[in-house]
């Protein structure tokens, strides 16, 4: 007799692996958002990921003029974060760039000119604007 199949969150809310990385990332949401509270407004979306790694807080922000910006404040930064997690010495701050702007990445290719048209097509179907827009600029990589 073959097993039913469990929900996916059962098998992400219970003791194991799934269940440890879920807890994991809604306490560094948690952290993130309360950071990002203490940050002036102008910083807070550009703050996008928070984490503690033993005395230190690492900061993720999505470009290098805002990770200069959260640099700026780190003093100010640590001093009211203490108050969550009294241990801190250190605040780094890492850049995320997506895998699309990072220095030294080559581009993947292109499309066959035909399969270019054909997704263009497609896209030309599609009513989510979100999606539409990707198959776009996919289509933009034709080779012809």
Known sequence: MTEKPRPVSNVVDNGDQLGHLARMLQKQQALLEQIRQL????????CIHARLNGTRLILHTDSPVWATRLRFHAPQILDRTRKLAPNLTKLDVRIF???????????????????????SQLAD?????????????LSDTSDG
């Not at 940050?39 to 550009?46: G, N, R, S, V």
């Not at 179907?125 to 600029?137: E, N, P, T």
Request: without cysteine.
């Open 97 to 119: 760039l997506p895998d699309a702007i990072r220095p030294g990445r080559k581009p993947l290719g292109s499309l066959p000119r035909r399969t270019a048209e054909l997704v």
């Open 125 to 137: 179907s599609i009513d989510d604007d979100a999606i539409r827009a990707a198959l776009k600029r």
């Open 39 to 46: 940050l002036p407004d102008t910083l807070k979306p550009h």
